[in-house]
C-alpha cells in the first residue's frame, strides 16, 4: 500500500465512521455549496429571466427610414436578420396614414401593423374585445371610439385620399384635353380640400367637383355646394390666379384658395390615385392610457390592400440584450447598408440596465454572505472537531507526525469535505435556482455544466479556508499529553 | 553499550523542579522499570526520554545523539525513527481498524504494509480482530494492538507508560510476556509503572522521588 493510499484511507475512515461530527460539517458546506450554485445560476440567468421580464415595458429600440429613404416588409426581414432569434422578442412595422370618415367629417391617425409581433412589443396594450385576424376588422383606441361613438362590433368606413399632389415633374403636362384631373391643397385649419376637374376637348375646365369637407361647413365648407361659385371655373384654362380668373367666395377665403391651388397642382387621374373607402368592422378597443388610445389598428395587409403601398414609417423593436449588446446591434443596423437607422428607447434600456445592475449586485452580496457564514460554521465546527481529538492528534504526533503530516490530513479532510459539499451543493442548487427561477420568473433555466466544477472549486477553497484556524490549533497540539494518562 | 544517556539532567518549571540533576544509564537491550509517587518526575521522564520535551539543563544522548540540542522538528524524527510508545490509555485511531492503527505507524515512519502489519498483530494474538474498530476490543486487546503498533518500526527503544495501569491480571500477564518476547530480541525496554509486579519483571528498578533517582534496585530474580 502506498503512503498517498493510507492518507486517503485515513482521511475517508475519518469522515465515514465519524459521521455524525463530519455531517455538520459536510451539510455546512453542502448549504453554503446549495446557495453559491443557486446563487450562481440566478446571477447568470437573472438577466436573461428579467429581460424577457422587463420587455413588457414596451419596446426598446426603433427602426427609422433614413432621410431620403424609405422601409418596406422585405427590406425590414433583411434588417432584422442582424438580431439572433433568441435576442428578438418582437418586432412591430407600423405605417402611419390619415384616414377619413366621411359619414362624421372626421379623420385619424390609422396605423397598419402585425398585431402579432404588437402582443410582444407592447404587451401592456389591453383590449376589450379582441385582436383583429380577418381581413377588414379594426382596433380602434378608446378615445376616438368614444368620439365617435363606436363599438366592439360597429362598423366604420374608412376613406383614403392619395397625395394626388406628389406627383413627379411639372403637373402642366397632365393638363391635356379630355383629361381627369385631380388635385388636394391645405385649406382653413390644415383641412385638406380636394378638387376634382374633367378639361375639355380644348383643354379648358369643363366641370369640377369640390370636396371641402374638412372645412368650416357655414364657411369654407359652402364652396362644395355654391353653384355660381363653381360656376366661375368652367371655361377656364389652368393655371388660374385668384382675383384674376375667379373670385373668392365670401367668408371662405382661405378655402376658395385652397380650391385654386388644387388646381393648379392637379394631376391627371390614374387608378392609384383614386380614393378608396372600405368598411371596417370594429372588433376591439384598445386601453393603453397613452397616445395609442387616439389611433386606429388596422393589419398591414389591410393598410396595402387600401394605399396600395408597402411602406413603413416606422419599426418597434423588442430586443433581449443588455445596453452593450443593444449599442452593437444599432451599429450592425447602421452597417447594414440598407438605408436604416435603429435608436434606442433610453428610457427603457437606462432603467433595465439599473434595475438589473441592482438585482445582481444584490445576489453577489447575499453569495458572500453566505459563503462567509459558511465559512464561519465550517470553521466552528472544525475547530470543534480539532478539540474533540486532540487525544488523537497528541497520538499522531507520538507516532511521528510532523507537523506537515498534522496540517495534510486535516487539510485534506477539509478539502474532501469541500468536494463532498461541492457536488452535494452543485446538484442541489441547481434544484433550488430552478425552483426559484419557475415560482419567481415562471419559467425553466438550463444547467450550465461550468456550475459543476465552479461550485467544487469554491466549496474546496472555503472549506480549505475554514480549516486553517483549526489545523493551527492542531498543529499546536503537544504529543506528551497522551503520556499524561488522561 | 549505552543506548540512552542521562546525564545530569534537570527540568525547571519556575519554581518548580520537576527533576533535578538526573542520570541514567540504559544499555542496549536492557529493560529498565522506572517507579515513583506521583509527582516524583516520572512523566517529565518519561517526556524527555520520549523526545516529546527538553531538559533545562543537561544531555541526552539516545544512540550517541544529543537530543536535548536537537530542534523540536529534528526531535519528531528521531521519536519517529527510534521509539515505539505504549499508553496506559491505550490510544488507538478509534475511526480505524486495529491494522489500520498499526498502518498509521508504518505510515509516518515509512510506508504502510499490510501483510506486514498483520504478522505484528498475529505476533500480539489479534490476527483474526485485524478488521475490528477500537470499540469492538477488549482493554487487554487495544493493548496488545498498541504493542504491535509500537514494535511495528523495530524501534530501538519502547517506551511504556504505565502499560498494564488499565488492565486485568490476564491482560497485564499477556502484556508482560509481549515484553519478555522483546527483550529476548534484543528490544531496549523502559516502563514507567506504579505496579510493583510489572516493575519485577524488569531488570532493574529505577524508583524517582522529589524529581530525584532515590534508589535503583536490581532485580535478581529476573528471568530470561
Known sequence: ?486 | MALLELKNISKIYGELKALDNVSLHVDKGEWVAIMGPSGSGKSTMMNIIGCMDKPTKGEVLLDGVDISKEPSKRLTDIRRDKIGLVFQQFHMVNYLTAVENVMVSQHYHSMPDEEEALEALGRVGLRERARHLPSQLSGGEQQRVCVARALINHPELILADEPTGNLDEANENIVLDLFRQLHREGTTLIVVTHDPEVAEAAQRTIVLEHGRVAREVVNENFVD
Not at chain 1, 87 to 95: D, E, I, S, T
Not at chain 1, 437 to 444: L, P
Request: charged letters at 20%.
Open chain 1, 1 to 486: 500500500m502506498t503512503k498517498r493510499r493510507m492518507f486517503l484511507r485515513m482521511i475517508t475512515a475519518s469522515l465515514l465512521r465519524r459521521r455524525s461530527r463530519m455531517l455538520i460539517a459536510l451539510l455546512s458546506i453542502g448549504i453554503g455549496a446549495t446557495i453559491l450554485a443557486g446563487m450562481v445560476t440566478i446571477y447568470y440567468d437573472v438577466p436573461r429571466q428579467m429581460r424577457a421580464q422587463m420587455r413588457s415595458y414596451g419596446a426598446n429600440m426603433l427602426l427609422l427610414p433614413e432621410d431620403g429613404e424609405t422601409l418596406d416588409s422585405e427590406k425590414l426581414a433583411r434588417v432584422l436578420e442582424q438580431f439572433p432569434e433568441d435576442a428578438l422578442v418582437g418586432a412591430a412595422p407600423y405605417r402611419y396614414v390619415r384616414l377619413d370618415m366621411t359619414s362624421r367629417q372626421q379623420s385619424f391617425t390609422t396605423a397598419g401593423t402585425d398585431f402579432e409581433q404588437v402582443l410582444k412589443t407592447s404587451p401592456y396594450f389591453s383590449v376589450e374585445g379582441r385582436y383583429p385576424e380577418a381581413t377588414r376588422e379594426v382596433l380602434v383606441g378608446k378615445e376616438i371610439a368614444e368620439l365617435i361613438g363606436v363599438r366592439e362590433g360597429s362598423s366604420m368606413e374608412l376613406t383614403w385620399q392619395p397625395a394626388v399632389t406628389a406627383g413627379e415633374g411639372d403637373p402642366a403636362a397632365d393638363w391635356v384635353p379630355n383629361a381627369q384631373l385631380a388635385g388636394s391643397a391645405e385649406g382653413f385649419s390644415g383641412g385638406a380640400v380636394t378638387v376634382t376637374a374633367t378639361l375639355d376637348g380644348e383643354g379648358k375646365i369643363a366641370e369640377i367637383q369640390v370636396d371641402a369637407s374638412t372645412q368650416t361647413p357655414e364657411y369654407g365648407g359652402r364652396t362644395q355646394e355654391d353653384k355660381p361659385f363653381l360656376k366661375q371655373f368652367t371655361g377656364k384654362t389652368l393655371p388660374l390666379t385668384m382675383g384674376e380668373d375667379v373670385d373668392a367666395l365670401t367668408g371662405a377665403t382661405v378655402t376658395s384658395t385652397a380650391i385654386v391651388d388644387a388646381l393648379n397642382h392637379s394631376r391627371a387621374v390614374t387608378a392609384a390615385s383614386q380614393p378608396r373607402t372600405v368598411r371596417y368592422e370594429v372588433v376591439g378597443i384598445l386601453v393603453t392610457g397613452g397616445e395609442e388610445e387616439g389611433y386606429v389598428f388596422m393589419s398591414n395587409a389591410d393598410m396595402r390592400a387600401l394605399t396600395g403601398e408597402d411602406k413603413l414609417d416606422v419599426t418597434e423593436l423588442s430586443v433581449s440584450a443588455d445596453e452593450e449588446q443593444l449599442n452593437a446591434y444599432v451599429e450592425a443596423v447602421a452597417n447594414s447598408g440598407e438605408g436604416v437607422t435603429a435608436r434606442l428607447v433610453k428610457r427603457v434600456t437606462k432603467s433595465e440596465t439599473a434595475v438589473l445592475g441592482k438585482l445582481q449586485a444584490l445576489v453577489f452580496l447575499v453569495t458572500v454572505v453566505v459563503l462567509l457564514l459558511t465559512m464561519i460554521c465550517v470553521s466552528t465546527t472544525m475547530m470543534a472537531v480539532v478539540s474533540e481529538r486532540r487525544r488523537e492528534i497528541g497520538l499522531r504526533k507520538a507516532l511521528g507526525a510532523s507537523d506537515n503530516s498534522i496540517r495534510a490530513e486535516f487539510l485534506g479532510e477539509g478539502l474532501f469535505l469541500g468536494l463532498l459539499g461541492g457536488v452535494m451543493g452543485a446538484a442541489l442548487g441547481f434544484v433550488f435556482a430552478q425552483v426559484v427561477s419557475v415560482n419567481v420568473f415562471g419559467s425553466s433555466i438550463t444547467f450550465q455544466p461550468l456550475l459543476l466544477p465552479v461550485t467544487v472549486i469554491v466549496s474546496m477553497v472555503i472549506a480549505a479556508v475554514s480549516c486553517l484556524m483549526p489545523i493551527k490549533r492542531a498543529v499546536s497540539i503537544d504529543p506528551a499529553l497522551v503520556l499524561k494518562g488522561e
